[in-house]
Structure formats: structure tokens, C-alpha cells
T-cell receptor, first 114, second 112 residues
Framework: NAGVTQTPKFRVLKTGQSMTLLCAQD?????MYWYRQDPGMGLRLIHY???????AKGEVPDGYNVSRLKKQNFLLGLESAAPSQTSVYFC?????????????FGPGTRLTVT | AQTVTQSQPEMSVQEAETVTLSCTYD???????LFWYKQPPSRQMILVIR??????QNATENRFSVNFQKAAKSFSLKISDSQLGDAAMYFC?????????FGGGTRLMVKP
């Protein structure tokens, strides 16, 4: 099993450009999450999904959109990138909800917006 | 709003010694869960230990144990017999009210 994979691993964008980050998991997990991690800070939840076709806002959803068209994939979109969105983005998945903490994390995507 | 505070940005321990990482939290929820995650240089997040707030017994996982003080809203992690592979960032996290909140992290260095 590959676990949780993220594409791409690195990306540089100019202000105003758009992009989509792809997260894929092969563990048949219901729950998937997108986090961002800024220097010196812990992870903050952007959006999450409790199943195919569902999404919900997390702690810092502004400027991002997500879609979960297939159970194994969770896409994170930036429509108009801003320098404040420079961060490392982590995707995670879990069999049960957040309360159980058994989240499996991807390796992260480092995004720089200039 | 809920908060998680890790007051030690960096800690250092000698190999084979014991170290304790501190975490305090605040929530108005009565039902919640607490976690410690490890993030090595590979950036992969690894669950170290989990504690349910309704359980009085402190969780343990091999060399890792917690000291959960509910009244004081304190959740510290003790690592015994520290190994070089324990060097990493450690994050305390709180799940309450359907939200997961992380602390700012503590960088643990292990000296051979």
C-alpha cells in the first residue's frame, strides 16, 4: 500500500495564479483532511471530508476550495494564490473521525507564492 | 475557541535519559481527546499517544507515557530511555467540538 500520497511535492506560484493539490489514499478511509503548517506553528485544519461527495470547513478555510468526487481522492484548490498562502500543506486520512486520532498523513507539499 | 499551548520551543535530552514535554490546553467542551504527534525531518506526522478525557488512567505506549491532569488542563508527554530516533518536533493536539487544534510544537534534540 502506498498510504497517503500528495502531488506535487513542491510548487512555486505567482500571486493571482491558481492551482490544485491532489491527495490520494489507498486505505479505503472515509475521512480525509487538508492542513497547512506555517513556520513555528502546528497544523491548522483547512477543510475536511467525512465521505465521498461531502466537504466541510475547518479552522482556516478562506481562500481554499475542496472537492471529494471519489472516495480515494481529496483535492485542494487555490483560485487566486496570495503570499499568505505560502506554507506546507498536509493531507491526511482516517478510518474513523478525528476523535480517534488515527490519521495517516501524506509527506506534504511545500507551496511558495511570490 | 479552544487553544493548545506548548511553552517549550526546544528541549534537549541525553540518550537513555528521560525527558518531559509540556502541554496545556483550554476548551469548554466536557468530552474531548488529547494526542501527541511526532514529526521527524521527513515531515511525516506520526501519532505517538492518545488520551480520552473521560479516562482517569494515564495512557502509555512502550517508552511513551502521559501525565493527564484534567483539572489543571495539562497533558505532558514523558519519553523514557530516550533514543536518537526520538529527535523530532512533537505536537500536542486537542480534539473537541468537532475541531482538531494543534500546539506550536516542541523541538526535541537527543544528544549521544
Amino acid at each position: 500500500n502506498a498510504g497517503v500520497t500528495q502531488t506535487p511535492k513542491f510548487r512555486v506560484l505567482k500571486t493571482g495564479q491558481s492551482m490544485t493539490l491532489l491527495c490520494a489514499q489507498d486505505m479505503n478511509h472515509e475521512y480525509m483532511y487538508w492542513y497547512r503548517q506555517d513556520p513555528g506553528m502546528g497544523l491548522r485544519l483547512i477543510h475536511y471530508s467525512v465521505g465521498e461527495g461531502t466537504t466541510a470547513k475547518g479552522e482556516v478555510p478562506d481562500g481554499y476550495n475542496v472537492s471529494r468526487l471519489k472516495k480515494q481522492n481529496f483535492l485542494l484548490g487555490l483560485e487566486s494564490a496570495a503570499p499568505s498562502q505560502t506554507s506546507v500543506y498536509f493531507c491526511a486520512s482516517s478510518y474513523s473521525g478525528l476523535a480517534f486520532g488515527e490519521q495517516y498523513f501524506g509527506p506534504g507539499t511545500r507551496l511558495t507564492v511570490t | 475557541a479552544q487553544t493548545v499551548t506548548q511553552s517549550q520551543p526546544e528541549m534537549s535530552v541525553q540518550e537513555a535519559e528521560t525527558v518531559t514535554l509540556s502541554c496545556t490546553y483550554d476548551t469548554s467542551e466536557s468530552d474531548y481527546y488529547l494526542f501527541w504527534y511526532k514529526q521527524p525531518p521527513s515531515r511525516q506526522m506520526i501519532l505517538v499517544i492518545r488520551q480520552e478525557a473521560y479516562k482517569q488512567q494515564n495512557a502509555t505506549e512502550n517508552r511513551f507515557s502521559v501525565n493527564f491532569q484534567k483539572a489543571a488542563k495539562s497533558f505532558s508527554l514523558k519519553i523514557s530511555d530516550s533514543q536518537l530516533g526520538d529527535a523530532a518536533m512533537y505536537f500536542c493536539a486537542l480534539f473537541a467540538g468537532n475541531m482538531l487544534t494543534f500546539g506550536g510544537g516542541t523541538r526535541l534534540m537527543v544528544k549521544p
